[in-house]
């Protein structure tokens, strides 16, 4: 049957006191409402409404560059309410797969097997077994195991609150008994609302098949109501992601202090130290060592690099056998060849650095295109910016410059030309010469240095 996934994502989040919607909150650097988008559009659905409500144009604005409908719950009146505002745009032919904006961590997986229940008469419904289930609503089942009815936390009896098997409120049913089921559930509860749960009664009553799955882990069904709950789920993410690559042969010194926030690929025996930050799209190649407190964006690493501690790497290239660090930053458009080293406190903006050159102190190459086996002295400044336009600094092969040079573009070093330390160079440099660029050193004789006056 067709699919139309049924994201809610109407709440408050009174409990995050934060100005931002609750499915706005960041989960390792997306928001919650986006990891759940993520994963529906692994099942190729025909569609995916979402239900939104309170901060409706912030919501709306974090994801204008989606392909999503959007239906607004203007008062919320509960879950069968919020499922009702939608369902009129789910023709009947389609199954209906209803999943929550503030539970990010849901499996793909997970929801095949909970799709591959559901049919003409059958509501498929998603379970888990939790060891401390206060606040969820509970699975009664029949002496045949069949569920016959989900009732809420507030309005279980003593012996209801004692089952441990509890409602994730995932449900996936057709949409032409979905419509009809809602529209015998009343609010006579404690809450006063429209419960989306009511439906399994329904259904029993009616001789409808009414399916359990069981989710494998807790984590992937655990809602976010405040930061409390925020920051267990993004620890059983980060477990999740970790254990990952170390399944892929990754080794993960300590799999606690590993932040994953993107899609990382890895080669054979690459080693991450503690507080590695992978965020956006990492690539790893073979053998690649990142050190300790680096923090690697949007960046690719050739095979056998190895990056030292406190390194920061954004929107890069960076090739094979490379060595980066300590205290290095490469900002985007930071490009470099085959065995380059770039140092402690050096940072690379925008600049092309060719195979075996090495930049190894205290230096800022930024609008640079540098050649092979070019050594650039500690203290370098390419001066690229003049206030209003950014102009390039061209260094050709060989080129070795001394420390403390300032090399002001639009400028340009000949093949194997040597520049003085202390230099500043304004003008472009000739191949195979020495080239300084200092003022004349002069010592006066009848300078003295000011003195402190004595106290008295």
């Given amino acids: 049957m067709p699919l139309s996934v049924l994201i809610l994502a109407a709440g408050q989040g009174k409990r995050m006191n934060s100005e931002w919607p609750k499915v706005l909150q960041p989960l390792a650097g997306r928001a919650l409402l986006k990891h759940v988008i993520d994963?529906?559009?692994?099942?190729?659905?025909?569609?995916?409404?979402?239900?939104?409500?309170?901060?409706?144009?912030?919501?709306?604005?974090?994801?204008?560059?989606?392909?999503?409908?959007?239906?607004?719950?203007?008062?919320?009146?509960?879950?069968?309410?919020?499922?009702?505002?939608?369902?009129?745009?789910?023709?009947?032919?389609?199954?209906?797969?209803?999943?929550?904006?503030?539970?990010?961590?849901?499996?793909?997986?997970?929801?095949?097997?909970?799709?591959?229940?559901?049919?003409?008469k059958t509501l498929a419904v998603l379970t888990v077994m939790l060891a401390d289930p206060g606040g969820y609503g509970r699975i009664l089942r029949d002496a045949r195991g069949?569920?016959?009815?989900?009732?809420?936390?507030?309005?279980?009896?003593?012996?209801?609150?004692?089952?441990?098997?509890?409602?994730?409120?995932?449900?996936?049913?057709?949409?032409?008994?979905?419509k009809k089921w809602l529209a015998l559930v009343n609010n006579n509860?404690?809450?006063?609302?429209?419960?989306?749960?009511?439906?399994?009664?329904?259904?029993?009553?009616?001789?409808?098949?009414?399916?359990?799955?069981?989710?494998?882990?807790?984590?992937?069904?655990?809602?976010?109501?405040?930061?409390?709950?925020l920051a267990q789920v993004e620890a059983a993410y980060r477990r999740e992601r970790a254990q990952e690559l170390m399944l892929s042969g990754v080794t993960v010194i300590d799999p606690q202090r590993l932040d994953i926030r993107g899609t990382v690929t890895a080669g054979r025996d690459v080693q991450l130290d503690v507080n590695v930050i992978l965020e956006g799209k990492v690539r790893l190649g073979d053998r690649v060592w990142i050190g300790p407190n680096c923090v690697v964006?949007?960046?690719?690493?050739?095979?056998?690099?190895?990056?030292?501690?406190?390194?920061?790497?954004d929107n890069?290239?960076?090739?094979?056998?490379?060595s980066i660090g300590p205290f290095a930053r490469l900002r985007p458009g930071a490009a470099l060849g085959r065995g380059v080293h770039i140092g402690n406190f050096v940072e690379v903006k925008n600049a092309t650095i060719g195979d075996g050159s090495k930049a190894n102190h205290l230096t800022y190459l930024g609008d640079a295109l540098i050649g092979k086996d070019v050594n650039v002295g500690a203290g370098t400044i390419t001066c690229n910016y003049d206030g209003v336009n950014k102009s390039q600094t061209h260094i050709e092969d060989g080129v070795?410059?001394?420390?403390?040079?300032?090399?002001?573009?639009?400028?340009?070093?000949?093949?194997?030309?040597?520049?003085?330390?202390?230099?500043?160079?304004?003008?472009?440099?000739?191949?195979?010469?020495?080239?300084?660029?200092?003022?004349?050193?002069?010592?006066?004789?009848?300078?003295?240095?000011?003195?402190?006056?004595?106290?008295?």
């Avoid at 609302?193 to 984590?219: H, M």
Wanted: contains cysteine.
């Fill in 146 to 178: 069949r569920i016959r009815r989900i009732v809420e936390h507030q309005d279980a009896s003593k012996r209801e609150l004692r089952v441990r098997e509890s409602n994730t409120g995932i449900i996936a049913a057709p949409a032409k008994l979905l």
């Fill in 189 to 229: 509860n404690a809450q006063g609302e429209y419960y989306l749960t009511d439906i399994a009664a329904i259904a029993t009553r009616e001789k409808f098949n009414v399916v359990p799955q069981l989710a494998l882990t807790e984590p992937e069904v655990l809602g976010v109501n405040d930061k409390v709950q």
């Fill in 39 to 120: 994963t529906a559009r692994q099942l190729r659905p025909d569609a995916i409404h979402v239900v939104y409500g309170h901060g409706a144009e912030q919501v709306r604005e974090a994801f204008k560059g989606e392909a999503l409908s959007w239906v607004l719950q203007e008062r919320q009146l509960g879950t069968g309410h919020a499922v009702l505002q939608a369902l009129p745009r789910i023709p009947d032919g389609h199954t209906v797969l209803v999943l929550y904006g503030d539970v990010p961590l849901i499996r793909r997986e997970t929801l095949e097997g909970l799709l591959k229940l559901a049919g003409p």
């Fill in 400 to 456: 070795f410059i001394g420390s403390g040079s300032m090399l002001v573009a639009p400028v340009r070093i000949g093949a194997r030309a040597t520049i003085g330390a202390g230099s500043t160079i304004t003008e472009d440099a000739p191949a195979d010469k020495l080239t300084l660029g200092r003022s004349r050193q002069v010592s006066i004789d009848s300078w003295a240095r000011p003195a402190k006056r004595k106290k008295s």
């Fill in 297 to 313: 964006r949007d960046t690719a690493i050739g095979a056998d690099t190895r990056i030292f501690a406190n390194c920061v790497l």
């Fill in 316 to 322: 890069a290239v960076i090739g094979p056998s490379c």
